[in-house]
Nanobody, 125 residues
Framework: QLQLVESGGGLAQPGGSLRLSCAAS????????IGWFRQAPGKEREGVSC????????KYADSVKGRFTISRDNAKNTVYLQMDSLKPEDTTVYYC??????????????????WGQGTQVTVSS
């Protein structure tokens, strides 16, 4: 059974950076496309970014394009989300999720089978 654990969240100033990690156990991440999601209180879940199994395909929400970068290190069984030029509106809990059925990746949460518990990101001066 695949388990995902997010880390790297915390407090950052506007314009600052954080790097989130999604570490897997119980299975190798080579078989999974990975997505990062966030959901602020009272808002719908947003697919922030995703990366295909091999890492050749990446996708981003318009709200983070040019500021966030997703990458994966299958040898370390970890996927990263580098977040630069952070804005207060990026404040919320971030989740990673894994999809084994599709080689490509999707920003739609419904295709993902496994989810982490989330890590809080707060952007404030």
């Amino acid at each position: 059974q695949l388990q995902l654990v997010e880390s790297g969240g915390g407090l950052a100033q506007p314009g600052g950076s954080l790097r989130l990690s999604c570490a897997a156990s119980g299975s190798t991440l080579d078989y999974y496309a990975i997505g990062w999601f966030r959901q602020a209180p009272g808002k719908e879940r947003e697919g922030v970014s995703c990366i295909s199994r091999g890492g050749g395909v990446t996708k981003y929400a318009d709200s983070v394009k040019g500021r966030f970068t997703i990458s994966r290190d299958n040898a370390k069984n970890t996927v990263y989300l580098q977040m630069d030029s952070l804005k207060p509106e990026d404040t919320t809990v971030y989740y990673c999720a894994a999809d084994r059925r599709n080689f490509d990746c999707s920003r739609y949460g419904g295709v993902y089978d496994y989810w982490g518990q989330g890590t809080q990101v707060t952007v404030s001066s």
